[in-house]
């Protein structure tokens, strides 16, 4: 059964991979809910390919990632990547997953990425997501001093 849902999280962020038609398809028929009930799964390849469906809606379009935020994807990515079984692949997925949540214009609100401040230098000190990370805290820090200049 786990191999039966891994192989169907990996068939779902592939056709997530590809147009914005088939990611549209896929959000109307609800997997960012699923693909965030997964990111809490004990299989941690589960966990790692439902991260990266998710960044793959969250990369298509504001729409969508705006619609994972208000599904509580931030938290259930947090968790994941605090969690201690996931290994170096699965937090540099849900780490890109995190930098997804970030991006696109308008910017998420301050109050929905949060949460991804929350994260311990220790869960981004490997290299490789460190870019991610970075272009997140960098979006973060953008939207904070363009608020400031705004008022």
Not at 55 to 68: K, M, P, T, Y
Not at 77 to 106: E, F, Q, Y
Not at 116 to 135: A, D, F, G, N, V
Request: glycine share 6%; charged share 20%.
């Amino acid at each position: 059964a786990k191999d039966m849902v891994f192989n169907a999280l990996w068939a779902l962020t592939n056709i997530a991979s590809d147009t914005s038609e088939n990611c549209r398809a896929l959000v109307n028929l609800g997997v960012i809910p699923l693909f965030i009930e997964k990111l809490s799964d004990e299989n941690m390849d589960v966990v790692e390919q439902a991260g990266w469906g998710l960044g793959n809606l969250a990369g298509d379009c504001v729409e969508f990632r705006d619609l994972v935020h208000q599904a509580g994807g931030v938290a259930a990515a947090v968790d994941a990547v605090r969690n201690p079984l996931m290994n170096a692949a699965g937090r540099r997925n849900i780490t890109w997953t995190m930098s997804n949540l970030c991006r696109g214009k308008p910017p998420p609100r301050i109050e929905q990425v949060a949460g991804l401040m929350e994260l311990s230098l220790i869960h981004i000190s490997e290299p490789t997501r460190l870019l991610s990370i970075s272009y997140a805290v960098f979006c973060l820090k953008k939207k904070t001093i363009n608020k400031r200049h705004k008022h």
